[in-house]
């Protein structure tokens, strides 16, 4: 056993077991994270003894800081205005995830196991939530993209929210439950809500604070400190006044992509360079919190509480996809993708281990909930790896020629009585969209002005109206279908049923030729494509069409020769 004065050795080798063991489960066709939690199980009080209890809580520091920065990164992918085309499909899954999901474990756990209510519908609530620190990192490690991904992050930075909620409600009514001489009141239940509140607007405020540090700074040592700063702040300030530390860091990270979406700078991505560090260790040590001693107390309830859990995030997913209209890969897969749980669920669980109103069933909770969880975080990274690989957005984390057109900024409503309009149209998605240095007027003028030199029509229903102006280090764009055309004057006579509208930055010509010649040669030219993109019905499947059809990649192709990642 290392001593527990020696926390620099503790945590030393604690990263180089976590390091080694991801390369492992690697080779092994494994997620990482699933080695990291082994290797932690493995050197920890519960086979192997290397490391004591004392040794891997003197590191809690280091943890609530991890906790706090993957929390940040989840909330970074909230982006109001990207996220506005899926809105309803994450609305949709949350609201699923908060009914099915807790009512199938609570009955499984009450109904089948006659588990006390109070028991029950706590660990129920806590089924809600998915570990963001393991989606977020075996997306990561198999250099997944795409709209499948963003809908995933988003999904699990809101069904945290959601589990937070959901729990602050459950424990007020077990607390009355298991306090006879106490009643039932509007204040009681309004108490959690306000935490839940404050929580919120701590991450809203240091975000703000930030933002404003930050807006004239661009060394990137201050901005590393001061987002070093932030979210410590945020963690302990949050911790200090017993506020929910995933939920105000959730804030901050949303806060930062919405207020300044551009600036990657501050915030998690500045601890980019060593965030495999983090997760190595922080993995590792959650590895060594799970015993196998729980399973002999818990071991059937939490496979119960498991069972019910899987089911309903797949079912959750199959339903509200289903009803969103989304693609069969939406459908099939996504549930199957939120199934690994760990952080927050710990964290709850000490909110009730450590209140001595709930002592009579400390020790259910500690086994069930640990032994669930020793299964969400061994099976379910394993599950989400799969979902990534058979949703097709496995591996894509490379440069595209068409990589500006994604989910976001394709409409299947574009409308108008002729090009201007339309043109119109697709500038204003493009503002919304992405935060460009110039008014929708001046961006009008330089695409008209090049439309008047030469038409941009292609024919067989394509136009493609572009301008290179300054708009940043990247082409932007948006993209409109027309299921019935818009009558403007074409070579071939046919209306246009497609335009995509390309900005691209003056100092890239040779990309510009690039963008236009693929779409030109794909769409332009195959009648197969044009049948399919002119009557999808959604931009997400528009986005599956040009991004994972199987002919895609031969228009489509990636900008460099190497392999994709996590294959």
Known sequence: MLAETNILLVLAVILVAGVISASLAKLASLPSVTGQILIGVLLGPSVLHVFAEEDFHALKPILDFALGLMAVAVGSHLNYRKLAVARRRLLLLVAMEATF??????????????????????????????????????????????????????????????????????????????????????????????????????????????????????????????????????AGLSEWLELSVLLACLSLGITLANVTPDKDEIGHGVFESFESAIFAVFFTVAGMELRFDTLAIGGLLAVLAFAGR????????????????????FRNWLGMALVPQAGLAVGLMLLITDDVTFAPIREVVLAVILAMVLLNETIGPLLTRFGLKKSGDFGRDRARVLDFLSEHN????????????????????????????????????????GEAAACTCVG?????????????????????????????????????HCMVLILTPTDMPERHLEVLKALASSIGRDGAIQQQLYHVDSPAHADELIHLDEHSEGWNYYLDSGEPNGD
């Not at 119109?424 to 503002?431: C, E, G, M, S, V």
């Not at 136009?463 to 074409?490: C, N, Q, W, Y």
Request: glycine residues 8%; proline residues 5%; contains cysteine.
């Open 310 to 329: 899987a089911i309903g995030k797949i079912l959750a997913g199959q339903v509200s996809m289903r009803l969103a209209g989304t693609p069969a890969r």
């Open 410 to 449: 394709i409409t299947t409503d574009l409308s108008g009585d002729g090009k201007e309009a339309a043109i119109t149209q697709l500038i204003r998605l493009a503002k919304s969209t992405h935060n460009l240095p110039h008014d929708e007027q001046t961006i009008f003028e330089a695409v008209m002005e």
């Open 101 to 234: 999901t807790p009512v199938l474990v609570f009955c499984g756990l009450h109904l089948g196991a006659a588990l006390d209510w109070p028991v029950s519908l706590l660990i129920a609530t806590i089924c809600v939530s998915t570990a963001p620190a393991t989606v977020l990192a075996i997306v990561k490690e198999t250099a997944s993209r795409g709209a499948f991904v963003t809908t995933l992050i988003a999904a699990v930075a809101l069904n945290n929210l959601a589990c937070i909620i959901l729990f602050e409600l459950a424990r007020t009514l077990a607390l009355q439950a298991m306090t006879p001489d106490s009643s039932l009141s509007v204040s009681n239940l309004l108490g959690p809500m306000g935490l839940v509140a404050m929580s919120v607007a701590m991450g809203v405020v240091i975000g703000f604070v930030l933002i404003g540090l930050t807006r004239r700074t661009v060394r990137p040592d201050r901005l590393s400190v001061l987002s070093l700063i932030a979210i410590l702040l945020t």
């Open 460 to 496: 067989n229903g394509l136009a493609l109206p572009h301008a290179r102006i300054d708009v940043g280090e990247t082409i932007v764009g948006a993209m409109g279908i027309s299921r019935f055309g818009i009558p403007i004057k074409t070579p071939d006579g046919q209306p246009v």
